[in-house]
């Protein structure tokens, strides 16, 4: 089963415009990462957020976590057409000694120009 | 570029068939995740090797099995293979060996298509 579920499915914005995806996720967690991925490509790293904290930037990115929620949101500002791509999240079970990543299934961000 | 590679890029097989993944780290990196990705499963985990050992398991069939050795690169063996076997499968790596408290990074991935 999912932990992490995006919202929306599929996005489509024009270029210069915010974009913003969440995630829900069910079990507590020890952190959350976002991930890209272009058509058929590998995934690419793009933020970790730990429980503890609240907000993270990195560029263009904002991640907020929200733990009472169970949920975060991954926020591009001043999208570009080179972030056309699919997005993730992954979260780290808290408490499993056999803890796994599990990712969402992720929200498709088409950037018109 | 993530720096870790795999092979080969594609596979064509037929049902009933073995087949052998490979995947190099980082250089550095001592752990190795394997992932399948289809279109109606999204990214599976299946399993997490470090430093030569199995360190966790996720969605894995009996009919996967996958190994690390002393170099650090892994197999991931798929048996008796099934149409819904295919699917891309993504090496990814990390530095460390606590799954999803470092970042990992991804191989451009395997299509492999059962036919």
């Known amino acids: 089963s999912q932990q992490g579920e995006e919202d929306p499915q599929a996005l489509s914005i024009q270029e210069g415009e915010n974009a913003t995806m969440n995630c829900s996720y069910k079990?507590?967690?020890?952190?959350l990462q976002w991930y890209r991925q272009n058509s058929g490509r590998g995934l690419v790293h793009l933020i970790l957020i730990r429980s503890n904290e609240r907000e993270k930037h990195s560029g263009r990115l904002r991640v907020t976590l929200d733990t009472s929620k169970k949920s975060s949101s991954l926020l591009i500002t001043a999208s570009r057409a080179a972030d056309t791509a699919s997005y993730f999240c992954?979260?780290?079970?808290?408490?499993?000694?056999?803890?796994?990543?599990?990712f969402g299934s992720g929200t498709r961000l088409s950037i018109r120009p | 570029d993530s720096g870790v590679t795999q092979t080969p890029k594609h596979l064509i097989t037929a049902t009933g068939q073995r087949v052998t993944l490979r995947c190099s780290p980082r250089?550095?990196?001592?752990?190795v995740y394997w992932y399948q990705q289809s279109l109606d499963q999204g990214l599976q985990f299946l399993i997490q090797y470090y430093n030569g050992e199995e360190r966790a398991k996720g969605n894995i069939l009996e009919r996967f099995s996958a190994q690390q050795f002393p170099d650090l690169h892994s197999e991931l063996n798929l048996s008796s293979l099934e149409l819904g076997d295919s699917a891309l499968y993504f090496c990814?790596?990390?530095?460390?060996?606590?799954?999803?408290?470092?970042?990992?990074?991804f191989g451009p991935g395997t299509r492999l298509t059962v036919l």
């Open positions: 992954a979260t780290d079970n808290e408490g499993s000694s056999a803890s796994k990543i599990i």
């Open positions: 250089s550095g990196d001592l752990s």
């Open positions: 990814a790596s990390s530095a460390a060996g606590g799954i999803g408290a470092d970042t990992q990074y």
């Open positions: 079990t507590s967690i020890n952190n």
